[in-house]
């Protein structure tokens, strides 16, 4: 597999099937009848065969192709050809018309279906240029705001020629609604007036050679949420349709300048399913690359989608509630930049419960208050609070209303919530526990103190046992389904106490193990009493940031291999019970080298003992903070620490000491921005305190020198006297300070010759220099700065 990023990788059950299977039955029409000048267009029953034809392929297949469509061959050509070579542009072409959260339409090549990425790069413009849209897709707000088109460069015909086209398919399309109307037993222009305004796309999709065909999809499994799509694919084939009778995936085969005409979302609405829009995907092949332009036919942004009056009465009533196409719309482009927790908008959110729930409610209410009451962020407030608040608000008659909502009204509700809500919402009602689950939650929290605070009632001493087992089960089914959801995974938080129980480990060993086997970026773990991780742990190649709390790392063996680790953090406490297994954890790693070559940031706290670290990788640190709380004698050296930021070191103890080494060839390369050392006595020096040639000796030392180091660093003049605290703060770039008395002098980072020193003093309302027997000086700003660590 290489190099391809895991973001593609598509679950299992989804994956394409080795076997294809040819599309047979999907009908193929001909619409030549539409355009011949002889078809008496006025005679109702002209058109009669062909009308059968559409609604009967709409209704059994939701797909079919048309052939003899009247739109010119040339133009067709044209675009396919425009489509070709804008994608042949280099990528900082495309960049320019790259789509962003404001300027929606352009180059994209990042689009995620169901949170797969797509094996993809696509071109969207809008047939109306430009487009009205909601501004927000929060229901209250009525703003509207503009879509403008972005064109590229090059090919400089591109614009005219997907202009012209736009006009054909658009007549194309207007005709084929014309027709499903007619299928519908409506009047042919019945669906024309959604139309005068429109908020119409088409798209170029170019799916390039892939290197995992089995694995990866060009689009993923999806259904189109506008009225209607007209594709033009070229000859490659790749399009596959999922079957209504038995939801086999079928090619639909390549039909030379015919269009795959499928029926969308809004159309199942407006029908009220009797037409329904069919799942589909798009398959890639490792050595041809393919072209698809799609035509989505979408109506006004003001439209209030909801089933057609004449098609429903009382014993077909509607299925769904109205909806507002344009928040619809808006809502679903937004999952394009925001990666959400949870499934996108969708139409059975707005589907109405069946007949006997729809009684239930009835007159209760209870739906429109607990779906305003979520919409409104409601849930966010504590969990036991908002338990009795929504019981009360809901329950009628000690029915338990929430309990009883039919799922696609949980799913509905739950849409709503970030991920991590959607688990804290699950302690409402029996029925939701474990339902959260069925969502892809892409950050995990388990915490035990909100777990035990959604129980009933107080646990009694000897139930502590059950449910804490309860929790670590909780914790593992729900990482399972996540995992069978193929949920990337970015975060996971685990809060715990009671760690030993024999039934928890496995469990939670387990669940871990998962996590990382999904590539898990981000993992905080905190125990209550210092317990084992898995050595798993050490295994977790996409993990950028770690922390921890009471957790023994028992090392695998000397290194340790997290290669994309940027911030790492380890309390360590001298309360631990297990200071033996901990101690021994830290006296291999003593001996270890730590690969982390991308760690950014690195804090631990180390109460007690001596121990040494060598850190010899090449780091591209930027912040590290340092507290040796108790401990003698410990003793550092960071070597090649060239981008470092900012280090802090805070070790209140008398023998400890930091050696800065920078190895790098050209020493001024460190750039720190910000040293704070706020022990009380230590050294801090340059290659185990030897001074490079050009620092002069504290005698010598005269203002004039002072920040003339070529590296951040802090000497301590005479091995034997330790310099009390000193603070270095840099203002800015290239300004720096130096405050608090102290002895020796301070040296700073490269650009900070003296001059910049002395140039931050137009930041002081006075800077006071002293001299004490040579040796001593002071700078004391009357302003306080103020340090930011980068
Ligand atoms: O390229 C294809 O065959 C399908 C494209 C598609 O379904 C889409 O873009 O919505
Ligand atoms: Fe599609």
């Known amino acids: 597999m290489g190099e391809v990023d895991r973001a593609f990788i598509q679950a299992q059950e989804h994956r394409p099937k080795p076997k294809i299977i040819e599309a047979e039955g999907i009908p193929l029409i001909d619409l030549s009848i539409t355009s011949t000048p002889n078809t008496n267009l006025n005679d109702p029953h002209a058109l009669d065969g062909l009308v059968e034809e559409i609604g009967n392929a709409c209704r059994n297949w939701g797909f079919f192709q048309v052939i003899n469509h009247g739109v010119p061959l040339a133009k067709r050509q044209n675009i396919e050809k425009v489509s070709r070579e804008s994608f042949g542009q280099p990528l900082e072409e495309k960049n320019k018309i790259r789509r962003n959260e404001e300027q929606v339409l352009g180059y994209y ?9 797509d094996w993809k790069e696509v071109f969207d413009f809008n047939v109306q240029d430009p487009t009205i849209v909601p501004a927000s897709y929060k229901p209250d707000d009525k703003e509207l705001t503009k879509w403008f088109n972005q064109w590229p460069e090059n090919p400089p015909n591109l614009r005219d020629i997907c202009e012209e086209y736009a006009k054909e398919m658009e007549k194309l399309a207007f005709k084929l609604m014309e027709l499903i109307a007619l299928s519908l037993g409506l009047p042919k222009d019945r669906f024309l007036e959604f139309f005068k305004e429109q908020t119409s796309t088409i798209r170029f999709n170019h799916y390039p050679p892939c290197p995992i065909p089995d694995l990866a999809l060009g689009v993923g499994r999806h259904k189109d949420a506008v009225a209607l799509t007209l594709l033009a694919q070229d000859d490659v084939g790749g399009l596959e349709v999922k079957r209504k009778t ?3 995936w079928l090619r639909v085969k390549p039909n030379p300048n015919a269009y795959i005409i499928n029926v969308g979302d809004i159309i199942q609405v407006w029908s009220n399913d009797t037409y329904e829009s069919v799942e589909h995907r798009a398959m890639v092949n490792s050595d041809r690359e393919r072209f698809s332009i799609p035509y989505f036919l979408a109506p006004a942004h003001s439209t209030d989608v909801q089933p057609l009056e004449e098609l ?16 619809f719309f808006v809502t679903r482009r937004r999952s ?8 996108n908008i969708q139409i059975y959110h707005f589907k109405i419960p069946e007949s006997e729930l729809a009684e239930k409610l009835a007159g209760a209410s209870s739906i429109g208050k607990c779906i305003l009451l979520v919409d409104h962020n409601w849930m966010t407030a504590e969990i036991v609070e908002s338990k009795k608040l929504f019981k009360k608000m809901v329950m009628t008659n000690e029915i338990d209303w929430i309990s009883q909502l039919p799922d696609h009204i949980i799913h509905h509700i739950l849409s709503f919530q970030p991920g991590k809500n959607v688990a804290r919402i699950s302690v409402l009602s029996k029925t939701w526990h474990g339902f959260w689950t069925s969502f892809p939650v892409s950050n995990l929290q388990f915490s035990e103190r909100l777990f035990e605070r959604g129980l009933k009632r107080p646990c009694a001493i000897g139930e502590i046992k059950d449910w804490k087992t309860k929790f670590a089960r909780l914790v593992h089914d729900s990482v399972l389904r996540q995992c069978r959801l193929n949920t990337s995974i970015e975060k996971f938080e685990l809060s715990m106490s009671y760690y030993l129980h024999p039934d928890i480990p496995p469990r939670i060993d387990h669940s871990l193990e998962m996590i990382i086997d999904r590539g898990v970026k981000e993992v905080h773990v905190k125990f209550k009493e210092n317990s084992d991780l898995p050595p798993s742990i050490f295994s977790a190649k996409r993990l950028t940031v770690l922390k921890l709390a009471r957790c023994n790392l028992i090392m695998p063996c000397p290194s340790v291999i997290w290669p994309s680790l940027r911030k790492f953090s380890l309390p360590i406490s001298i309360s631990n019970k297990r200071l033996e297994k901990l101690l021994f954890s830290w006296n291999i790693l003593s001996q270890a080298t730590i690969h982390a070559r991308r760690l950014k940031s690195l ?3 180390f109460m007690g003992y001596p121990f040494r670290i060598w850190w010899t990788e090449q780091h591209d640190w930027k912040d590290i903070r340092i507290e040796h709380c108790k401990g003698n004698g410990v003793r550092e050296t960071l070597t090649c620490a060239a981008l470092l930021k900012s280090l802090q070191l805070l070790s209140p103890r008398v023998g400890n000491s930091i050696d800065y080494k920078c190895e790098s060839e050209d020493p001024c390369k460190t750039d720190a921005d910000c040293f704070i050392l706020c022990p009380s006595k230590y050294g801090f020096c340059n290659t185990d305190n030897e001074l490079p040639e050009n620092v002069p000796k504290t005698s010598e030392i005269d203002e004039s020198q002072v920040g003339y180091f070529g590296f951040g660093g802090f000497y301590a003049p005479n091995d034997d006297e330790h310099i009390p605290s000193q603070r270095v703060e840099r203002l800015g770039s290239n300004k720096a300070l130096l405050r608090k008395p102290g002895r020796g002098f301070v040296l700073f980072g490269p650009s900070s010759r003296p001059n910049d020193l002395l140039g931050a003093q137009d930041k002081l ?4 220099e002293q001299e004490s027997g040579g040796e001593m000086f002071e700078l004391v700003p009357e302003l306080t700065p103020v340090v930011t660590a980068t």
Do not use: C, M
Request: hydrophobic share 20%; net charge neutral.
């Open 312 to 327: 429903i009465n009382e014993q077909n009533p509607a299925k769904y509630k109205p909806y507002n196409w344009g928040k």
């Open 109 to 117: 090549d990042t689009e995620h279906t169901k949170n797969v990425r």
């Open 246 to 248: 038995d939801g086999e």
């Open 336 to 343: 394009n930049f925001q990666k959400l927790d949870v499934e």
């Open 765 to 768: 309302t006075s800077i006071q």
């Open 603 to 605: 804090k631990y706290n």
